[in-house]
């Protein structure tokens, strides 16, 4: 029963936290004011909490649902850090071709890595609030049902905690995102006149954006039979691969509500130009900190 208290307050917590800084944001600075379309977004946060709510429901004997006094220290440093580097990547400079505002997030392998290490509330925290206050720093608009997705990201790279044997799981989440990954590319390369409006005069999704998760399913498996000795290494990897898949997959559908966008054009145009370079980061900087944070405890004998 406690440890329900505590899962609710901290969705209770992100939901104040989206709340908060839209509130707040608008009368700083008008760009951060939610459309007619506020309503419908936080419609999907609300389906975006369900979910976790749901899943930990189902899963909730388990110990890594444990919410304490060292998790919420960990969500506050993993959110704060995710904020900083999502404001620092998150500009005109690293814009990736799409139909929308999506830029090059390196920053992504932070929620992988909070999630993965410290469990899927504090990654869910860390992704949610985190990317919330870097759009929130960047000025450009807040999107909370995206913000919501980077939290879905973390929740999932925690996952791994369920398994006593975590290398039993990780043949089948390839499979799932190999599977994914061959849908979203075979629908770009049929069609390939989607529009990709950040760039004057109006081109469309670029080859690279196009086969970029492709790319990134190949280095996640190159990671996970390279390091299969490591098995932090590759399950935080391969988790983290299939927490991007479904968190930007859901933020992406949203917006065939939210912005009136063709399933096509959601898929095509924002899913898989935000998913590829996510994917790729992840891939290459999550084991970083994995080894980083391994010597860290090594050092420190925890």
């Given at each position: 029963?406690k440890r329900?208290?505590?899962?609710?307050?901290?969705l209770?917590?992100?939901?104040?936290f989206?709340?908060?800084?839209?509130?707040?944001?608008?009368?700083?600075n008008?760009s951060?004011?939610?459309?007619?379309?506020?309503?419908?977004?936080?419609v999907?946060?609300?389906?975006?909490?369900?979910?976790v709510?749901?899943?930990?429901?189902?899963?909730?004997?388990?110990?890594?649902?444990?919410v304490?006094?060292?998790q919420?220290?960990?969500?506050?440093i993993?959110?704060a850090?995710?904020?900083?580097?999502?404001?620092?990547?998150?500009?005109?400079?690293f814009v990736?071709p799409?139909?929308?505002?999506?830029a090059?997030?390196?920053?992504?392998c932070?929620?992988?890595f909070?999630?993965?290490?410290?469990?899927?509330?504090?990654?869910?925290?860390?992704?949610?609030v985190g990317?919330?206050?870097?759009?929130?720093?960047?000025?450009?608009?807040?999107?909370?049902?995206?913000?919501?997705?980077?939290?879905?990201?973390?929740?999932?790279a925690?996952?791994?905690?369920?398994f006593?044997?975590?290398k039993?799981?990780?043949?089948?989440v390839?499979?799932?995102g190999?599977?994914?990954?061959?849908?979203?590319?075979?629908?770009?390369?049929?069609?390939?006149?989607?529009?990709?409006?950040?760039?004057y005069?109006?081109?469309?999704?670029t080859?690279?954006?196009?086969?970029?998760?492709?790319?990134?399913?190949?280095?996640?498996?190159?990671v996970?039979?390279?390091f299969?000795?490591?098995?932090?290494?590759?399950?935080?990897?391969?988790?983290?691969?299939?927490?991007?898949?479904?968190?930007l997959g859901?933020?992406?559908?949203?917006?065939?509500?939210?912005?009136?966008?063709?399933?096509?054009?959601?898929?095509?145009?924002?899913?898989?130009?935000?998913?590829?370079p996510?994917?790729?980061?992840?891939?290459?900087?999550?084991?970083?900190?994995?080894?980083?944070?391994?010597?860290?405890q090594?050092?420190?004998g925890?």
């Amino acid at each position: 029963m406690k440890r329900t208290l505590f899962v609710i307050l901290a969705l209770l917590a992100v939901l104040a936290f989206f709340f908060g800084i839209w509130l707040i944001g608008r009368l700083i600075n008008p760009s951060l004011n939610l459309d007619q379309t506020a309503l419908l977004r936080f419609v999907f946060v609300g389906i975006g909490l369900l979910i976790v709510f749901v899943v930990y429901l189902l899963t909730r004997q388990n110990p890594m649902w444990e919410v304490g006094t060292r998790q919420v220290v960990y969500m506050a440093i993993g959110a704060a850090l995710y904020a900083i580097f999502s404001y620092l990547f998150n500009g005109t400079v690293f814009v990736v071709p799409s139909v929308s505002q999506v830029a090059l997030r390196p920053a992504i392998c932070i929620p992988m890595f909070f999630g993965y290490v410290f469990g899927p509330v504090v990654g869910f925290f860390t992704g949610a609030v985190g990317n919330m206050v870097g759009d929130a720093l960047t000025g450009f608009g807040l999107y909370p049902q995206w913000s919501l997705g980077n939290g879905l990201i973390g929740l999932i790279a925690g996952i791994p905690m369920l398994f006593a044997d975590k290398k039993k799981s990780l043949d089948t989440v390839l499979i799932i995102g190999a599977v994914l990954a061959a849908i979203v590319t075979a629908l770009f390369a049929a069609n390939r006149t989607v529009e990709n409006q950040m760039v004057y005069p109006t081109a469309t999704i670029t080859g690279l954006a196009g086969w970029s998760l492709v790319i990134g399913f190949v280095l996640v498996l190159i990671v996970r039979f390279a390091f299969g000795k490591d098995i932090d290494v590759a399950t935080a990897v391969t988790w983290g691969m299939l927490g991007i898949i479904i968190g930007l997959g859901f933020a992406a559908l949203s917006d065939i509500w939210i912005n009136g966008y063709p399933p096509l054009v959601a898929i095509v145009g924002e899913f898989l130009p935000a998913a590829g370079p996510d994917l790729i980061f992840g891939a290459i900087l999550v084991p970083i900190l994995i080894f980083a944070y391994k010597a860290l405890q090594r050092q420190t004998g925890r």
